[in-house]
């Protein structure tokens, strides 16, 4: 199985400050297809998860563009542009190149 | 609105059977592919098993922990996916959220707990 490992484990911000989270892969996640299905994630607290962005880069359209996914085979990034209150949980990757689907153990975001 | 509603969970003992029920409204449910994914005490995610649609034969897939003691299927005219389990395990204890598509929308998830 594809191993997905996120760093750091969780973050404190103010708000209005930047964030960065990284998640790399055991293996490229480039498919076949062309395409390669990163994918990020947040779970607020008491809450399910909700999708943030598909395909490395790609926001949902419900999703603020504060938020931004950038990366390319084994190494990809979550950024926050400026932390606001209701970007507090944990954010998780997870790969839908390889069979089977594979998370990464999540990085909590806690606002200052 | 797309809504995914589990049900079915609880206290079990090991070696016992549940069958947990996820019915969905909001979106052409026939059209998508249904999984069950479970996260842990611990809050790690796990895929658990996918079903496809009907155009794909509803092929089934499963992780490798689970593989020949959960089932999982469809009713497309109740809109609904279900997840037998059977022969459960102190390690199957989790959350469980179905989630379709490329995991577009969680229900809010039902909890499993197995212990003796």
């Known amino acids: 199985d594809v191993v997905m490992t996120q760093t750091p484990v969780s973050l404190s911000l103010a708000i209005g400050q930047p964030a960065s989270i990284s998640c790399k892969s055991s293996q490229s996640l480039l498919g076949t297809s062309g395409k390669t299905f990163l994918n990020w994630i947040l779970q607020r607290p008491g809450q399910s998860p909700k999708r943030l962005i598909y395909q490395v880069s790609k926001l949902y359209s419900e999703v603020p563009d504060r938020f931004s996914g950038s990366g390319s085979e084994t190494e990809f990034t979550l950024k926050i542009s400026r932390v606001e209150a209701e970007d507090l949980g944990v954010y998780y990757c997870?790969?839908?190149?390889?069979?089977?689907?594979?998370f990464g153990s999540g990085t909590k975001l806690e606002i200052k | 609105e797309v809504q995914l509603v589990e049900t079915g969970g609880g206290l079990m003992q090991p070696g016992k059977s549940l069958k947990l029920t996820c019915a969905t409204s909001?979106?052409?449910?026939?059209?998508?592919?249904m999984h069950w994914v479970r996260q842990s005490p611990e809050k790690q995610l796990e895929w658990v098993a996918q079903i496809k649609a009907k155009s794909n034969n509803y092929a089934t897939y499963y992780a490798e922990s689970v593989k020949g003691r959960f089932t999982i299927s469809r009713d497309d005219s109740k809109s609904s996916v279900y997840l037998q389990m059977n022969s459960l395990k102190e390690e199957d204890t989790a959350i469980y959220y179905c989630t379709w598509g490329a995991l577009d929308y969680w229900g809010q998830g039902v909890m499993v707990t197995v212990s003796s």
């Open positions: 997870w790969q839908g190149t390889h069979f089977p689907l594979t």
């Open positions: 909001g979106f052409t449910f026939s059209n998508v592919w």
